[in-house]
């Protein structure tokens, strides 16, 4: 036995590391002669339970209840103050004050909209990369160099077109998106289309998708024309590859250099 309370002190602890937080009795307990465990832990037969467990499973339930209730909170929030906005600059407004997104408490910026919104094309950009993250500016870094490629290879200067992003803060080391923070994110998104109202939407990447709350990806949306419709406002979509991705995949510029000359045939049919 330890009589020095030194030891006793060093056992504590060492219990303590081990997860050992409680103490259950002095008298020895035969683990082969034990009540029935269905009986005990039963849902049906609640009071079997001991009142810790009780109180947490109810903490538990109340935490579940309490975070539905919040989203779908956030979510009328979010429409609501979106339909709001009246004009791109409100909208923006509203977006660097709007609390209930958790996305917004670890980015370094709200990357919003920047470029000519009298245009009558805009580029949507999926959720903000670190170099978007830094500067606040969408289609920033290596693949805003690549976009200013591709759009002056059909003729198009990057300052004349509208470049907004659809998630307006850098997920947490750029992991995929929750949907609650997509459904969050989603009213501010349309309702930057609406306000702008574009001839023609250039989705890169994720954003289409995201855009048309489909789950399929860009592979299989890429290269063709979709009517995207926001109330009373219509306008055409062209999903594309995102440039950071044609940086990974060069062999794929080909699909995107077809997706382009149709962006430009339909302009000039525009015009």
Request: glycine share 6%; net charge negative.
């Amino acid at each position: 036995m330890l009589h020095n309370p030194t030891d006793i002190n060093a056992l504590s602890r060492f219990y303590l590391d081990a997860g050992v937080d409680e103490t259950i009795g002095d008298d020895p307990v035969n683990r082969f002669n034990l009540p029935s465990q269905k009986s005990a832990t039963t849902p049906n037969n609640a009071s079997a339970m001991r009142p810790a467990d009780q109180a947490q499973n109810k903490k538990t339930e109340a935490i579940k209840s309490s975070a539905v209730t919040s989203l779908a909170e956030g979510i009328r929030e979010a429409e609501t103050i979106a339909k709001s906005c009246k004009t791109v600059d409100e909208l923006r407004r509203a977006l660097e004050t709007f609390e209930y997104c958790s996305l917004k408490k670890l980015a370094s910026h709200t990357v919003f909209a920047e470029g000519n919104a009298q245009s009558s094309l805009m580029i949507v950009d999926r959720q903000p990369s670190g170099d978007e993250d830094r500067s606040g500016r969408p289609f920033s870094g290596l693949a805003g160099e690549l976009l200013e490629k591709m759009l002056a290879a059909i003729e198009i200067d990057r300052s004349d077109v509208y470049l907004a992003s659809a998630i307006p803060w850098r997920p947490p080391g750029e992991r995929v998106l929750t949907d609650e923070e997509r459904a969050l994110c989603l009213p501010f998104a349309l309702r930057h289309i609406a306000l702008v109202q574009p001839d023609f939407i250039l989705a890169c990447g994720e954003a289409a998708g995201y855009l048309l709350n489909q789950k399929s990806g860009v592979n299989k949306l890429r290269g063709i024309w979709r009517d995207l419709q926001i109330g009373s406002v219509r306008t055409k979509m062209l999903p594309i590859f995102h440039p950071t991705f044609l940086i990974d995949q060069p062999a794929l510029k080909k699909y995107a250099w077809s997706d382009l000359l149709s962006l430009k045939s339909a302009m000039k049919e525009e015009q």
